[in-house]
């Protein structure tokens, strides 16, 4: 997510004439989807049952590369 965030401050920078309300929201869609996954990755809840615990974390990771991806996408369309 870091790395998201730094491409878009580096178009806002590095750009001549950028978009910097489309990054702006960009950048802030890329702190809430942060914010969920380490609010998600802190529960607890469940850890008893091992597999359950392991459906858990592969579906945030899933989720996580979903959410990159369409992030990168989102970044390279700027103009």
């Keep these: ?22 990054a702006d929201e960009i950048i802030l869609q ?7 996954l380490v609010n998600r990755l802190s529960t607890s809840e469940g850890k008893e049952i091992k597999s359950r615990t392991k459906a858990y974390y592969k579906k945030v990771k899933e989720d996580l590369k979903t959410q990159v991806d369409k992030f990168g996408l989102e970044i390279q369309k700027l103009d």
């Design 1 to 22: 997510m870091g790395l998201l965030y730094n491409d878009c401050i580096f178009y806002k920078v590095f750009t001549h004439s950028p978009n910097i309300q489309k």
């Design 30 to 36: 890329i702190a809430d989807v942060h914010t969920d």
